[in-house]
C-alpha cells in the first residue's frame, strides 16, 4: 500500500429532500486494501458507494479516485477514469435476456473498440478467473445458481482490468458454504490483480475473512475506520453491538 488514497471523499453532504444521509463524511481508501463499508440499515452505505462511483451528485463535498474529481468533471475524463474501476452491484445484476459472455462483454463493447473475437477471448478468460465452467458463458442468469450469478457479476465487474473493484454486498443472499467460496475469491482476485476493493456488506464473516480494515457508517458520517480489533475497543453502542454481539463473536470464532 502507498500513503496517497485511491479514493478520497472529504466533506459529503448527501439530502434526499429534508432527509440528510451524510453530512461532513469524510472517507480514504489504500491502494491494494479490501475496505468493509458497514453501518445500519439506512445509513447510506449503498448511496456512497453510487456517488464514489459518480452515479448520484452529492449536496456538497468533494470525491477524488485515482487522484482525479469525480464531482465537477467533464463527461470525457469521467469516461476515462470509469474505466479504471469494476462494479458488481447486489445479485449481480445481470441482463436476464443476454448469456453470461454477453453479459461480461458489455464493458468491453461499451468502452474499448476490441473487435468481437478478441472480446469472447476475454470474456472467458474472466469467467476462468472467478471459478465458473465454460459452459456457463452460453447461459442465461435464470440457468444459473445464486452464487454462480454473482461470480458472473464478479466477471463483468473485471472485464477491463480494473485497479478498484466496488462490490455491494457480495455474499447476500448466499449459503454459507458460497458466501465463504465468493469471499476466498474476493481474496485471491485482490493478491493475483493488485486490486482495491471497496466493499459494502452486513456479512460478518466476510469483514473477518478478507477486510484489512472496516469503515463504520454511523451518525451520518465514518463513525470510525481500522482493523476490526480496533473497532472493537470503541465504546460506541452500535460498534460493540455488531461486532461483540452473539454473530460478531461467533464470527471472531468466540462463544
Ligand atoms: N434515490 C433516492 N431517493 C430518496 N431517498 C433515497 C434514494 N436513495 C437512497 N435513499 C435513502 O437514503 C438512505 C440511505 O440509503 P442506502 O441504500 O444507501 O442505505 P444502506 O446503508 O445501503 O442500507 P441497507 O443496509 O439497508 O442496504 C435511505 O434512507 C434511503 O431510503
Redesign the pocket.
Known amino acids: 500500500m502507498t500513503d496517497v488514497p485511491i479514493i478520497r471523499v472529504r466533506g459529503l453532504t448527501t439530502r434526499?429532500g429534508d432527509?440528510v444521509?451524510h453530512d461532513g463524511l469524510d472517507l480514504e481508501v489504500a491502494r491494494g486494501e479490501i475496505l468493509g463499508v458497514v453501518?445500519?440499515?439506512?445509513?447510506?452505505?449503498?448511496?456512497?458507494l453510487r456517488q464514489i462511483i459518480g452515479l448520484l451528485d452529492p449536496a456538497a463535498g468533494r470525491i477524488e479516485v485515482l487522484g482525479q474529481p469525480v464531482t465537477g468533471t467533464t463527461p470525457q475524463s469521467f469516461r476515462k477514469l470509469r474505466r479504471r474501476w469494476g462494479v458488481m452491484f447486489q445479485g449481480g445484476a445481470l441482463f436476464s435476456s443476454l448469456t453470461v459472455r454477453e453479459n461480461v462483454e458489455i464493458p468491453l463493447r461499451e468502452q474499448t473498440d476490441l473487435p468481437q473475437a478478441l472480446r469472447e477471448t476475454l470474456a472467458a478468460i474472466k469467467v476462468r478467473m472467478v471459478g465458473l465452467p465454460q459452459d456457463a458463458m452460453g447461459k442465461h442468469p435464470a440457468q444459473l445458481s445464486g452464487g454462480m450469478r454473482k461470480r458472473a457479476g464478479f466477471a463483468r465487474a473485471i472485464a477491463l482490468d480494473p485497479e478498484i473493484v466496488f462490490l455491494d454486498?457480495p455474499t447476500a443472499g448466499l449459503d454459507p458454504i458460497g458466501a465463504a467460496a465468493l469471499d476466498t475469491l474476493i481474496g485471491q482476485l485482490r493478491d493475483a490483480l493488485g486490486l482495491t476493493v471497496f466493499l459494502?456488506t452486513?456479512d460478518l464473516d466476510t469483514l473477518h475473512a478478507i477486510c484489512d480494515r472496516v469503515a463504520v457508517?454511523a451518525e451520518r458520517k465514518v463513525l470510525a475506520v481500522g482493523t476490526i480489533a480496533e473497532l472493537r475497543a470503541l465504546p460506541h453502542p452500535w460498534v460493540h453491538d455488531y461486532f461483540s454481539g452473539p454473530r460478531g463473536r461467533a464470527a471472531a470464532g468466540e462463544r
Open positions: 434526499f432527509h444521509v453501518g445500519g440499515s439506512g445509513t447510506g452505505k449503498s448511496v456512497l454486498e459494502v452486513h457508517l
